[in-house]
């Protein structure tokens, strides 16, 4: 499966915005799910992880109290919201689908957040 991330964009640092993550033709909704991010010249970091349900939900350290996950299985999507932007969270933003013993496939494009200082 190949996922679309979108929702990125150039913000001021403070600023705000919500990413989504959509499947064509597949379903998320049995699915725990992840974003992760690429900031440049860095590796892929993990940022949030929500379970199929949502009743399971953690984050990095570096975003927790700042941004929030969230799924609607009805609309098949899974969102991520960024408040109090930073300029270091500058990214390439990646959601995934987890597999059965804990890797993530369905990469796709990403979408770029850029923090403006």
């Known amino acids: 499966v190949q996922l679309q991330a979108s929702g990125g964009g150039l913000v001021q640092a403070g600023g705000s915005l919500r990413l989504s993550c959509t499947a064509s033709?597949?379903?998320?909704?049995?699915?725990?799910m992840g974003w992760f991010r690429r900031a440049p010249g860095k590796e892929r970091e993990f940022v949030a992880f929500?379970?199929?349900?949502?009743?399971?939900?953690y984050y990095a350290d570096s975003v927790k109290g700042r941004f929030t996950i969230s799924r609607n299985n009805a609309k098949n999507t899974v969102y991520l919201q960024m408040n109090r932007l930073k300029p270091e969270d500058t990214a390439i933003y990646y959601c995934?689908?987890?597999?059965?013993?804990?890797?993530?496939?369905?990469w796709g494009q990403g979408t770029q957040v850029t923090v403006s200082s």
């Open positions: 033709g597949r379903t998320l909704s049995n699915h725990d």
């Open positions: 995934a689908r987890q597999l059965p013993g804990g890797s993530y496939d369905g």
């Open positions: 929500i379970s199929w349900g949502g009743a399971t939900i």
